[in-house]
């Protein structure tokens, strides 16, 4: 009897630790994406989360890097699932078109409670500031072996023969970082009061320019 008492005790303090953290995790995504990454303390970040303990981050996470590399982690695990059944879908040889879509749409599907882009906020804080943090790698830039991205990234290389491997980067980034915009500006349009903007047009609008940046030769030096 008081083995299981025990193991529904443990059971109740790992869901509670479990949704603590996703609770820090969600309020560190929103801060930073507000605040900026160098904006947004640790102590603001718990008390966000409606935690009484100051130093809950640290407890957690160890630090502001673990807290990033936790909210990047969470995030990427379901845009890696949502990217994977999009190229299952794809044809054996898909566009350029489709492949933008693949790296981009889930971003744009992945809302929050009252429907903001909040990672797409946060993730474009990210890259505007990101320095070689100890322990924090780009979410599209490291290594990803056998995933959905990483193909993703080989049908993208086989589609642009006339960009360098780090030409090709620099332009996804690029494309990337004009999709985050326009989602975060329809974001601060709508909370300014003007609805009925067209997502969906918007989203299009954004391959398209992608596909454009990605088909330009490379400038010769």
């Given amino acids: 009897m008081s083995e299981s008492l025990g193991s529904r005790s443990a059971a109740a303090a790992g869901d509670v630790t479990s949704r603590t953290r996703n609770e820090l995790i969600d309020a560190g995504e929103r801060l930073y994406a507000l605040r900026g990454i ?34 990047l982690d969470s995030r990427v695990q379901w845009l890696e699932a949502r990217r994977a059944e999009r190229l299952a879908e794809a044809a054996p040889e898909p566009t350029l078109h489709a492949l933008l879509e693949m790296v981009m749409l889930p971003i744009a599907e ?56 780090e030409r090709l980067f620099l332009r996804l980034d690029w494309c990337l970082r004009t999709f985050l915009g326009l989602l975060i500006d329809r974001d601060n349009q709508i909370a300014r009061g003007h609805s009925g903007i067209d997502l969906d047009g918007l989203i299009a609008e954004a391959i398209d320019i992608g596909v454009a940046t990605l088909m330009l030769p490379a400038r010769r030096s």
């Fill in 110 to 165: 992945l809302v929050d409670a009252r429907g903001r882009h909040t990672y797409a906020r946060f993730l474009l804080q990210f890259m505007i500031q990101f320095e070689p943090w100890e322990g924090v790698q780009h979410p599209l830039r490291r290594p990803h072996p056998e995933t959905a991205l990483d193909q993703i990234r080989h049908h993208l290389r086989a589609r642009t023969p006339h960009l360098s491997r």
């Fill in 38 to 71: 160098e904006g947004a303390n640790l102590l603001a970040i718990a008390r966000e989360a409606g935690q009484a303990n100051k130093s809950a981050v640290q407890y957690h996470f160890g630090d502001r890097n673990g807290l990033i590399r936790a909210i």
